[in-house]
């Protein structure tokens, strides 16, 4: 079949099992927590012998993948969190998930290629940063003498000069395993609220696997876990676990 590349039309070739259900609290690059998994599950049509042959050769791959969550339509121009949001930059000059064709990529670590049970080959990746059930079009082996440039300037979007310490005490802590518990501290310490927000009384919710991590900025410079709820999920969001 030939495709008319004016009006293309693309299709899910698998989705991301990732520990977000929601968009809130993913790191805005994958690879500031390096510790974050999860699993690429094809669509059933796609389970195809031979896909894969030859992945295993590479580290990184990249995945070109859908803003599943985005509400609105795109605008010209936009403000940038790493601005505070007071700035205004054009659409192509960001990451902005609100594109006209809202599409993301992402570089992400190969933990294993397995065969699972229920949904055939899978991958499981390392440093994601896509919410739980991101549809995933298109993967690439990531080429390091090709897509990694030295000399590249980073414009605006330059690394932060220092992360948030963070507090987790003890009866919140507790509930978590050791493997968590450096996640999602490293998660808190990338400061997740929008750059426009900075009032220190105000509390905000982070969901990682089945925890909503409740937390606040102290002085700019601490993040303070605050509450820690289990939750399950219902079909009409999430509800306060009993335990």
């Excluded at 968009?23 to 599950?41: L, S």
């Excluded at 809202?102 to 994601?128: C, F, H, W, Y």
């Excluded at 609220?193 to 409740?214: K, L």
């Amino acid at each position: 079949m030939e495709n008319n590349f004016e009006t293309l039309t693309i299709r899910p070739i698998a989705y991301m099992h990732s520990a977000f259900p929601t968009k809130f609290g993913i790191p805005r690059q994958g690879d500031v927590v390096k510790e974050i998994k999860g699993t690429i599950v094809f669509e059933k049509e796609f389970r195809k012998e031979g896909i894969l042959r030859g992945l295993e050769d590479f580290s990184h791959i990249w995945l070109i993948w859908g803003f599943s969550a985005t509400e609105g339509d795109w605008s010209p121009l936009v403000r940038p969190p790493k601005l505070g949001g007071n700035e205004k930059k054009g659409v192509f000059a960001s990451r902005s998930p609100n594109r006209p064709n809202p599409l993301g990529l992402s570089a992400v670590r190969i933990v294993e290629i397995r065969n699972d049970k229920q949904n055939g080959l899978v991958i499981d990746v390392s440093g994601t940063d896509l919410m739980d059930m991101t549809p995933i079009y298109d993967i690439k082996p990531y080429i390091p003498y090709a897509d990694s440039i030295k000399d590249a300037k980073t414009g605006f979007a330059i690394a932060p000069n220092a992360f948030l310490e963070t507090v987790i005490p003890e009866q919140w802590a507790s509930m978590l395993s050791e493997e968590d518990l450096k996640i999602i501290a490293k998660i808190l310490a990338d400061d997740p609220r929008p750059g426009y927000q900075h009032d220190p009384t105000r509390e905000y919710g982070s969901f990682y696997q089945n925890f909503n991590i409740r937390f606040k900025v102290e002085d700019e410079r601490v993040a303070i876990v605050t509450e820690i709820e289990k939750i399950v999920p219902n079909k009409k969001g999430f509800i306060k676990a009993d335990y």
